[in-house]
């Protein structure tokens, strides 16, 4: 009798699967020893000093995870070759991993190495996916290996301050890499918010335009690019304004109002709604009406975990073989995931005596969307295709 190798069950069977139940699990983890570390409850030693070690773990720890999923399951589509499966994806996910852990073990490992282990996931990540890009010419996927290569030199910023080889470089890694991840979610976004629209409400034909697509992300290139150099003032509010503008317009341009119908589909664009009133708030953050990291949370929480959580719930089902339609379970999470961003952006303007409780009530409503995306897709991640089909 043959014994079946644990690389060969379905969590290994394509990236999405392990990636996504891994940054399901990171986003529970990670946000429980924030808030832990954050009210004084926990200390640790750390590589990484607190502040950072809280950015470098949303942006390049859970984030980098669905990046990955998505990215290893979307180039097999674009290109028909096959991507890592298995033990090599197995091995990938180990360095992921050891990447979240190895900061705790600073003074028992060097720092170097310490830095090596979580700087070599995205050269990794993406040196994999070039490969069947490559070999099939499919020269679009280039920008994606592009994009990776700019996260992992925002991440080699973060490593050379604390290495004491750079000074002053931790914070401009961290807006980079935020900054990217953005960008790269707008590229996706021209791919998917169309094709997903159309499959998911019938009789549906989305308009597409390559000009507003290309100035919805010039735009938004343009702000994040002021603001790495520290601009401010009426030049960053003017670039600003002209991402809105330009995002509006090309979201308006796929917009059916049958979404609200469909969960799949209204939390993709709440999440993007989240990215552009991150850029009206960058307008009033550039005359220090608001705090800059209100417009930050609503890119991160409202932008990436609203669309994340939604890519994630979508990209499951579709690779499983499932009915694109999401448990009323998960449709109580798309809620809270944009409660946890209302509680954290919005409120806080409105309450600024009652920061500290909304917050919190940010953190729990962050945890129990995510406790549920665990709850009904470890299952789903877990076992085979119900189709009977590889992946």
Known sequence: MKTQNIFDYPLFALGFRVFFALAGLSALVLIVLWNAIFKGALTLDNYFPATYWHGHEMLLGYSVAVIAGFLLTAVKN?????????????????????GRIVPFYCGILPDSLIALIDFSFLPALAYQISKPIVQTKYYAGLVFIGIL??????????????????????????????????????VIAGRVFPFFTERGIHGTLVTRSLILDGSAIATAVSVFGLQLVNASGTVLAVAA????????????GWYVQRIWYVPLLWILYAGYGWIILGFVLTVFSAYSLVLPSLALHAFTIGGIGVLTLGMMARVSLGHTGRALRVSNAMA???????????????????????????LYASTLLWLAAFALFIFVYAPILTSARVDSQQG
């Open 78 to 98: 674009w290109t028909g070759r096959a991507t890592l499966t298995g033990d090599q994806l197995a091995a990938l996910c180990l360095l992921w991993l050891y």
């Open 149 to 186: 290569l700019v996260l992992a030199s925002g991440n080699g910023l973060i490593h050379a301050e604390i290495l004491g080889l750079a000074k002053n470089t931790a914070a401009l890694g961290l807006q980079l890499v935020e900054a990217t991840i953005i960008i790269l979610i707008l």
């Open 241 to 252: 304004v002209l991402a809105v503008i330009a995002n509006g317009a090309r979201v308006a």
């Open 332 to 358: 109580i999470a798309f809620i809270l995931i944009n409660l946890a961003a209302l509680f954290r952006v919005l409120l806080p303007i409105a309450m600024p005596g009652w920061y500290g409780g909304l």
